[in-house]
Nanobody
Framework: QVQLVESGGGLVQPGGSLRLSCAVS????????MGWYRQAPGKQRELVAT???????NYANSVKGRFTISRDNAKNTVYLQMNSLKPEDTAVYYC???????WGQGTQVTVSS
């Protein structure tokens, strides 16, 4: 059974940084695209970034230049490095495993002074 376990969320001041991690159990991680999404209160879930099995990346315009998605296939883990955080980045962040359409439980990121 596939499980996704996210970590790394928390409270950070504007301009600060956080790194989210998503550890995936089960096989086929290395051949699956992975993604990070977020959902703010009262808003729809939106795409933040994706990374293909070959390492190609894609970002939402709102996070380009500030966030970096990466993966470590040896650890079955995908990361989201978030720099220059803004209050509007506050949301629950979810990891998505495209191959089997699985979602993580979400991790809260709050950007506030």
């Amino acid at each position: 059974q596939v499980q996704l376990v996210e970590s790394g969320g928390g409270l950070v001041q504007p301009g600060g940084s956080l790194r989210l991690s998503c550890a995936v159990s089960g096989s086929a991680f290395s051949i699956s695209a992975m993604g990070w999404y977020r959902q703010a209160p009262g808003k729809q879930r939106e795409l933040v970034a994706t990374i293909a099995s070959g390492g190609g990346t894609n970002y939402a315009n709102s996070v380009k230049g500030r966030f970096t998605i990466s993966r470590d296939n040896a650890k079955n883990t995908v990361y989201l490095q978030m720099n220059s955080l803004k209050p509007e980045d506050t949301a629950v962040y979810y990891c998505h495993y495209y191959r089997y359409d699985y979602w993580g439980q979400g991790t809260q990121v709050t950007v506030s002074s």
